[in-house]
């Protein structure tokens, strides 16, 4: 995995750790206002190091801020779940358009889907996959993919080989009613009785419609 400060660590009081979706970086929340928050994002599962967070943000590290939350999306609500001990411990939990069953029929991406998606990985199959983020096929120019297709497909198998042994319990989930990637339904029906939902009109890639981080939380 990798880690980058996106507003260069301003010495602020309140952190928001965001884990990012799978093949995407920052361009993805470039819009985003930082207000009073320092704003790390994690992204790239095609790697993972157990000791990755406590590295990271080791307890001095954490100690001046007040206020920790943690804002994951798509593929990194499933993630988060390999660091359930020190991701509990933050202050409130957000996940958009994300499970903690990503790979599943009932409650995330059905099998079949991820696994053809693996399987015949090429730039027609990203391209259409990128489009299906938008509304309607239209692509916000602002968000770059830089990785290669070999690049994006090791993640892929990274993710699919994920050894999860417990769930990070979530305060909040925002779903998309349109999100062509991970069904609407799918989500609802794994969060319903489990944590607070928040449904938006907006596709698998919903951050234009908020305006700041704070928005999210």
Not at 22 to 42: C, G, H, I
Not at 66 to 81: E, H, I, T
Not at 92 to 114: L, S, V, W
Not at 179 to 202: L, M, V
């Amino acid at each position: 995995m990798k880690s980058l400060w996106l507003n260069e660590k301003n010495e602020n009081n309140k952190l928001i750790l965001f884990m990012n979706g799978w093949a995407m970086n920052e361009t993805a929340v470039s819009n985003l206002q930082f207000k009073d928050y320092d704003v790390l994002m994690v992204n790239d599962y095609s790697s993972i190091e157990p000791d990755f967070f406590s590295n990271l943000l080791n307890d001095e590290a954490l100690k001046k801020y007040s206020q920790k939350y943690l804002v994951c999306w798509s593929m990194g609500v499933y993630a988060a779940n390999l660091y359930c001990d020190f991701l509990s411990k933050f202050d409130k939990k957000i996940a958009i358009n994300g499970t903690t069953k990503i790979i599943d029929d009932e409650f995330g991406i059905p099998k079949r889907i991820y696994k053809v998606t693996v399987k015949f990985l090429n730039e027609d199959s990203c391209d259409k996959f990128i489009k299906n983020m938008f509304d309607n096929g239209k692509i916000n120019p602002n968000i770059k993919i830089t990785k290669s297709l070999d690049e994006l497909k090791n993640e892929l198998i990274s993710i699919q080989n994920f050894k999860i042994e417990k769930e990070l319990a979530f305060d909040k989930a925002i779903i998309s009613l349109e999100d062509r990637i991970i069904p609407s339904k799918n989500q609802i029906a794994f969060w319903e009785n489990k944590t607070e939902i928040q449904t938006i009109n907006s596709t698998h890639c919903p951050f234009e419609c908020f305006k700041s981080w704070d928005e999210l939380l």
